[in-house]
């Protein structure tokens, strides 16, 4: 049985090219691409990382915190330059009152009391007593998890784009 030379390499060469388009094929596809969560499961993923999340921001422990916010966010901001600044800003008695998921985005509606202790102001250090308010966030479903928007509430500027 005499194989012929060229037809073996050509297939040698065919094999090669086919590994490394599959090879790249797997590289492109994103970590999170291949998840699907059933509509109860996402919910409740998305209550679980939103209470964490504000148990870390009462507790003040803002390097828990910069972990739930989002990768664009993150990418863009070192961990301590987050993590190290005080706020002197206190919360209670965080509820969310309701969420509301569109695909891959959702909205939170959170209840809480706050008050403000010194924030540091042109004249004077600013109080604020304790009240209560509502907040509406953005969180966002990214490579099998829910990450908080981070919105720089002074320009109403965020990193993410969708």
């Given amino acids: 049985m005499n194989k012929n030379p060229i037809m073996v ?16 094929g797997c590289a492109a596809k994103p970590r999170g691409a291949g998840i699907v969560m059933e509509p109860a499961e996402k919910e409740g993923l998305l209550r679980q990382r939103v209470q964490e999340m504000w148990h870390a921001q009462a507790n003040g422990d803002r390097a828990t915190m910069y972990e739930y916010y989002d990768p664009f966010f993150r990418a863009r901001v070192k961990k301590g330059s987050f993590a190290d600044r005080e706020i ?21 509606r959170v209840s809480m009391e706050y008050e403000v202790k010194g924030l540091p102001g042109r ?22 998890n829910w990450y908080r928007q981070y919105i720089d509430y002074s320009s109403e500027g965020t990193f993410a784009k969708y």
């Fill in 123 to 144: 004249l004077a250090p600013i109080d604020v007593p304790r009240r209560a308010t509502i907040d509406h966030e953005t969180w966002l479903f990214v490579d099998g």
């Fill in 88 to 108: 002197p800003i206190h919360y209670y008695n965080v509820v969310i009152d309701s969420v509301e998921i569109k695909g891959n985005v959702a909205t939170v």
């Fill in 9 to 24: 390499r050509a297939l040698f060469a065919l094999a090669y090219i086919w590994i490394i388009l599959l090879m790249a």
